[in-house]
């Protein structure tokens, strides 16, 4: 009897974590389905916190679950948000401090004095957060369904809106009221450009490859990157862009592309990720439809961990607009750790 007592308090519990979100779940559900938003209501006044639900002129914060299925649909989605540098913070924006000089360094024998080096030049790079919002709509009869769920629903198609303004924002977005995109600097042959420009190479046709070796041009974007930022390099590419390029095959024919052996794995191009991105111009003459580099380093994401949701059952009777919102801003960080193949003689 005693063994069995102890067993009974090792039992592990029925519920944790899930059951203390529960109440907040149910609370967000009916306010998203009725506009009934007492118990949220009650949820802030009882933890007196802004970390959860808690009324404001805008709308309520989603609950937990839903903002983080948000946010891994996001991660997921082809775009440079999969391989960029994404922070959250909790300002209006985001500093960048690069030290793009070496610090001077210097030989000194036992007697003589050693003299000052140079001293390293500090850049700051500041990404103000702008708001982005998305209004999915369903009938209110459909909410009143409960068979139908109404937070993945909305999760859905919040993220697919976001997804796809988010990723054509930071590759061509244009700063303002928006996230910039790195296409958006000026370029300059590589080796020439100063900092605030992209350093580009040139295929030798324009708007085509190359006749001759057209695999040269890949070959003299990967080592145009400085080798610290090759170890974590990536392409990126549209899909038609990828098409001519997994023809190319080296000097030996074998091809320069190689898909991935596992699944979710990405594709190859020598070697390096290629990440497929339809935001990416198609080959023309003076494109850069090929971006290379170590973009964790080259471009930074900042937003904010909040996601907020206004009921509007008014303005599309019989239809319920929920109006959401999130702060989120992008830039390049490091000119150096991105190059371009542009599609010119």
Do not use: C
């Amino acid at each position: 009897m005693l063994d069995r007592k102890s067993l009974t308090h090792q039992r592990p519990a029925l519920a944790g974590v899930s059951e203390a979100a529960a109440p907040h779940q149910k609370a967000f559900q009916a306010y998203l389905r009725t506009g009934d938003d007492d118990a949220l209501r009650g949820l802030a006044l009882e933890e007196k916190a802004l970390g959860t639900t808690v009324a404001a002129d805008g709308g309520y914060l989603v609950d937990p679950q839903t903002a983080d299925t948000i946010q891994s649909v996001l991660k997921s989605t082809v775009s440079i948000r999969s391989v960029a540098n994404v922070v959250t913070v909790e300002a209006t924006s985001f500093d960048v401090l690069i030290d793009h000089s070496d610090i001077g360094t210097g030989w000194a024998t036992e007697a003589p004095v050693t003299g000052d080096t140079a001293t390293p030049q500090i850049d700051r790079i500041t990404i103000p957060l702008h708001e982005l919002n998305a209004l999915p709509k369903a009938s209110q009869r459909l909410l009143d369904d409960t068979a139908f769920a109404i937070e993945a629903w909305l999760a859905g198609r919040i993220a697919d809106k976001f997804a796809t303004a988010e990723g054509n924002a930071f590759v061509s977005g244009d700063g303002v009221d928006k996230p910039r995109g790195f296409l958006t600097y000026g370029t300059q042959d590589n080796g020439t450009e100063a900092w605030g420009e992209i350093g580009h190479i040139r295929t030798g046709a324009d708007g085509d490859f190359a006749a001759t070796n057209p695999a040269d041009s890949i070959v003299d974007l990967v080592y145009a990157l400085g080798a610290a930022y090759r170890a974590n390099a990536t392409f990126v590419m549209n899909s038609k862009t990828a098409g001519a390029v997994r023809k190319m095959k080296d000097a030996d024919g074998r091809f320069l592309w190689s898909d991935g052996l596992a699944a979710g794995e990405p594709a190859r191009l020598m070697g390096y990720p290629v990440l497929i991105s339809e935001d990416m111009p198609d080959i023309a003459t003076w494109s850069p439809a090929i971006a290379f580099g170590d973009f964790s380093k080259g471009y930074t994401i900042a937003e904010r961990p909040d996601l907020r949701i206004l009921r509007d059952p008014f303005s599309a009777k019989p239809h319920v607009i929920f109006y959401a919102t999130k702060r989120v801003g992008g830039d390049v960080s490091d000119f150096n750790a991105i190059k371009l193949l542009k599609f010119a003689l």
